[in-house]
């Protein structure tokens, strides 16, 4: 069941040691939000859904902190920018335009067409 971005309804629940966890339930209507907390039920009373969100809250001991940092992150794979005329092309991926790689001349000057 698909939840609408415009949800009418929410019910909110306090879950897991402390009550840190907070878990919104959101429906169009009562009834869909009847059904999806009827669903929620059943599995919080098969007992494996509580765990899995639990186990999700629980920070990592100080031993696994420690081995994360040792053992370093996975290094991000570094992208080699394509060139234009007039450089090297701009990543202008994390600005949400169409295309990724965009020409460097400044504003105002001929730009080199963009590339995915």
Not at 9 to 15: D, E, N
Not at 88 to 99: N, Q, T
């Amino acid at each position: 069941m698909t939840v609408p971005e415009d949800w009418r309804v929410q019910a909110s629940f306090k879950f897991g040691p402390n009550l840190q966890g907070l878990l919104n339930v959101r429906a169009d209507n009562i009834a869909d939000l009847d059904v999806m907390c009827g669903d929620l039920a059943d599995r919080i009373q098969s007992g494996d859904f509580l765990a899995e969100l639990n186990n999700a809250l629980t920070p990592p001991t100080v031993g696994q902190a420690q081995q994360n940092i040792q053992g370093g992150f996975p290094q991000a794979q570094q992208v080699q920018a394509p060139s234009c005329s007039h450089g090297p092309m701009k990543d202008l991926a994390h600005k949400g335009y169409r295309k990724r790689w965009y020409c460097p001349a400044p504003k105002g000057q001929q730009q080199c067409q963009a590339l995915d």
